[in-house]
């Protein structure tokens, strides 16, 4: 009867009417709060602590199980109303990926028709993780999974998620939105915070749009969590209430009663001006739950005249929400990291997976020119890519508190694991893909390597070819027939010949040929004197202790860029004595570059060496306005490290990549990107780079390595905006638990004893830039490949090839790859417009193209396009990132 009078209701015109943002403010105007019955949502997930409560083994059965019983539970509620009805959302796309392994293709596609019926629902992402940390790219493939699904079985997934940390970086929303995300659900959890419990309990918006730079949203529902009277909503298990608010006479379903009417006291208040409300969640910390009925009691004992009571899937709260109220505030800040800080207590590890993401970039566009000559190629790599893929959506599982029942031993050798999936599948890839191109280009003579550019734009930069011949040799340019500027060095303990590469087309090569003879003399790249080193671009010093403690900008009127802070200098890892070490020594020198050595043992062993190249404004060929910094620590450590960078600036700006979007490091009511609110301050996601500037003048800091830094002496709740010290974490536990004092993380680095940074310097004489800088950082960290040529067939020609260029310089590739379904359904071509302003370049490729879609980054074509032989017309929103299919 309480059900036919709320549609009786819903017919004769009771409406909502839709808050409108004010928008002086980001708050709400006077509203006429809605007249009609309220609608509240219920929905059941197991909350996934994977690898913290059990082992891999252990959650997988766990996972297979409950999904049976949800479904058999669903199937016994189909005939009852649609809100009674059972559903159940899954904490992770896993899920459904265990299941489809342990179960046969039967029972998967009785799942799938559940997720298609919408009793089942599932995130994009693979796991609950944190996103601080991660490359832009490694979120992305995370991802994949749902994105062969959705081919696969013609369906969407529509929800991502972050559960329980207490912070989410601001270009995240982009990223889901253009895999095809709608809404988001945040949830999250006092334990281990460093923060306030304000912090929690303070939200500006409850209901908003999570925006990134981009324009692009999800609707996200993050609810206040006060964390003192242990109210279930705002946290990751809303539907239950805490241990110690839940007598034992209380049943479930009056448990989920008692939820259901705080939802019904939230809505229509000052700080939630909605008639919709959710409470999502109910499995908290534990394995498993098997938990269907109270919740559809407890929808039906709380339905009444004045509300309604649904047991959701999640999406349907979304989908509620989004429908009526359509103008609902935005939010594009970032609030800074927090769990997303502890996978730097094994810094090394995490620093594998870093190099394995930047590396892909080259590996994927060489096996995609091969696999337009030989489409069979990596087919066989189909087993290890699937589980690099969901590798990647594990490797920052938020459990890196490492405290649970899983022991830091066991989470250790798993994180490990993991990291290996991911580097053995780049390996892999990319070797093959070196060789294969050299067998694609036909051999006209003995000795002839070429050079691979896989950045879209020309290069003129280093590149080094393994080298185990004898005798004076000279480097040829068969494009120019010009003599490259060459000489040896012993990389790794191997001899190398390195040369200046010129005008290296966009992803393409040019093919060199060895011949016997003396090369042209030239003066060295540098000069050395004792511990300085001088280019044309710059003078430094060197110190015994790996600190550089001078350097001057030679073409700024030889400007001191250094100035010491709290006793520290630039790449200074904290020792006491700036000659406590060997003494300096040159390692490498020639006319391409000169590199300086120190060794020293404190504070912790460590090697430091820098390397200048040849210079344009010298007179000759080639040059490189780059510092190159590459620092080791031959050491285990147990403490918190840092590579701190002293700069002499005065009251600089500093910006950064953080995860896909570069952000001013202020806060939002000083024209930056940090939340004025809910955000802690002191440790920013190192990406790419790092820029300090201040009006004409800054440094870029190229970072492949380190994943977080802090500005000056930045706390929790204090951002030191202004700083011109930046220190770079090297590895360490950097939080506490509020509750016993324990570090969080793995203890003592596990026990590795090896640990590689790489960085890399620029000064600019213009305020900053990000495309500068992004291509910088990108030349730094994408160095050119060489391969033997080795081609005894017409494939590819010699001397050069470039496959694509962009008409717009604001316009860089991000990802270029064979399809996740096969070469024959094309190439992937994701780029990023980093300009402030819409974009319609054009893609001129040197195939023609036979058809182009725009795709989603997990490569679900949403969109035809329509290519012009060999141009197609690209648009693009300021800041945006998008992904095409092409077909040749």
């Not at 739950?289 to 009691?297: G, K, Q």
């Not at 290890?384 to 890196?400: C, V």
């Not at 050299?438 to 896989?454: L, P, T």
Request: proline share 5%; charged share 20%; glycine share 8%.
């Amino acid at each position: 009867m309480k059900y036919a009078l709320f549609i009786l209701c819903l017919l004769v015109g009771l409406s909502v009417v839709t808050a409108q943002p004010d928008r002086r403010g980001g708050g709400w105007a006077a509203l006429r709060l809605p007249t009609a019955v309220k609608r509240l949502y219920i929905a059941n997930d197991d909350h996934t602590d994977y690898m913290w409560t059990a082992n891999e083994a252990t959650y997988d059965t766990a996972f297979v199980q409950m999904l049976d019983y949800y479904l058999r539970q669903i199937d016994s509620t189909r005939n009852s109303p649609p809100d009674f009805q059972a559903r159940f959302n899954c904490d992770g796309s896993y899920w459904l990926r265990a299941y489809q392994k342990y179960r046969s293709p039967a029972q998967f596609n009785r799942l799938i028709a559940a997720i298609k019926s919408g009793h089942i629902s599932s995130p994009l992402n693979t796991l609950v993780s944190t996103y601080g940390a991660q490359p832009t790219e490694a979120v992305l493939r995370g991802m994949y999974y749902a994105g062969s699904l959705e081919r696969t079985y013609k369906l969407r997934f529509s929800m991502a998620q972050t559960m329980e940390n207490n912070t989410i970086p601001l270009g995240l929303s982009s990223l889901w939105a253009g895999s095809g995300a709608k809404y988001s659900y945040k949830g999250i959890g006092g334990y281990g915070s460093q923060m306030t419990e304000e912090y929690r309990d303070n939200r500006r918006h409850q209901l908003y749009r999570y925006a990134g730079l981009d324009g692009a949203s999800v609707l996200m529902k993050w609810y206040n969590y006060n964390e003192k009277t242990k109210a279930p909503l705002g946290g990751y298990a809303e539907c239950r209430l805490y241990p110690e608010n839940r007598p034992a006479t209380v049943s479930q379903t009056d448990e989920i009663t008692r939820v259901i009417g705080k939802l019904d006291a939230l809505c229509n208040t000052p700080a939630y001006p909605f008639a919709i409300a959710g409470a999502f969640g109910y499995g908290w910390d534990d394995l498993s739950t098997f938990l269907s009925a109270p919740f559809i009691e407890a929808a039906r004992n709380g339905t009444n005249d004045n509300r309604t009571v649904r047991v959701s899937n999640e999406e349907d709260f979304f989908q509620d929400v989004a429908k009526t109220y359509p103008n609902l505030p935005a939010e594009s800040v970032s609030y800074g990291n927090e769990w997303d800080l502890y996978c730097a207590s094994m810094n090394e590890t995490t620093a594998k997976v870093r190099r394995s993401t930047e590396k892909l970039r080259t590996a994927e566009a060489l096996s995609a020119l091969v696999s337009l000559k030989n489409p069979s190629f990596g087919n066989d790599l189909t087993t290890a890519r699937d589980l690099a893929w969901e590798s990647f959506g594990m490797y920052w599982e938020h459990n890196w508190t490492a405290d649970g029942p899983v022991k830091q031993p066991v989470r250790a050798t798993w994180q490990n694991k993991i990291q290996r999936q991911i580097s053995g599948y780049t390996d892999t890839l990319f070797s093959r893909s070196v060789r294969a191109l050299g067998s694609q280009i036909r051999k006209a003579a003995d000795a002839r390597f070429y050079v691979f550019n896989a950045l879209n734009w020309t290069r003129t930069d280093v590149a080094d070819f393994a080298w185990a011949g004898t005798g004076p040799v000279r480097v040829i340019d068969v494009a120019t027939n010009q003599e490259a500027v060459s000489q040896l060095i012993t990389k790794a303990g191997k001899t190398c010949l390195r040369i200046m590469a010129e005008n290296l087309p966009p992803v393409g090569y040019k093919v060199y040929e060895i011949r016997p003879g003396t090369p042209k003399s030239r003066p060295l790249a540098a000069t050395v004197t004792g511990q300085t080193i001088r280019n044309a671009h710059y003078r430094l010093r060197l110190s015994p202790s790996g600190a550089i403690t001078e350097l001057y900008d030679s073409l700024a009127n030889s400007r001191q860029v250094i100035k010491a802070q709290n006793g520290r200098y630039l790449n200074d890892l904290g020792a006491t004595n700036l000659n406590d070490g060997s003494p300096v020594t040159i390692e490498n020198a020639g006319p391409v570059s000169v590199t300086l050595k120190a060794v020293s043992p404190n504070p912790v062993p460590h090697t430091v060496r820098i390397t200048l190249f040849a210079d344009s404004r010298t007179g000759e060929p080639g040059g490189s306005p780059r510092i190159e910094i590459e620092d080791s620590i031959q050491a285990n450590f147990t403490d918190m490290k840092t590579w701190a960078f002293s700069f002499n600036l005065t009251n600089p700006t500093t910006h950064h990549e953080e995860l896909g979007a570069i952000l001013t490091a202020k806060k939002e009511t000083r024209g930056g990107h940090y939340a004025a609110q809910n955000a802690r301050l002191d440790w920013q996601t190192f990406n790419h780079f790092a820029d300090l500037s201040e009006q004409n003048y800054g440094v870029t800091l190229s970072n492949q390595d380190c994943s977080f830094f802090k500005l000056g002496n930045s706390s929790v709740d204090s951002l030191w905006e202004n700083s011109a010290q930046l220190s770079a974490l090297a590895g360490g536990q950097v939080d506490t638990k509020r509750e016993d004092k324990g570090a969080l993380g793995i203890r003592g680095q596990n026990g590795e004893t090896s640990f590689g940074y790489s960085f890399a310097l620029t000064t600019h004489r213009t305020d900053f830039d990000p495309l500068t800088a992004m291509k910088f950082a990108l030349e730094h960290q994408n160095p050119l490949v060489t391969g033997a040529v080795s081609g005894t067939q017409t494939g590819y020609p010699s001397p050069t090839f470039s496959l694509l260029k962009t008409s717009d310089p604001n316009l860089l590739l991000w990802a270029l790859k064979r399809g996740e379904d096969g070469i024959e359904n094309g190439l992937i071509a994701r780029f990023w417009n980093l300009s402030n302003k819409p974009a319609t370049p054009t893609l001129t490729t040197t195939v023609p193209i036979r058809q182009a879609w725009q795709t989603t980054h997990i490569e679900t074509n949403e969109r035809t396009l329509k290519p012009t032989n060999t141009s197609l017309k690209l648009n693009f929103r300021p800041h945006q990132l998008n992904t095409y299919r092409l077909r040749f």
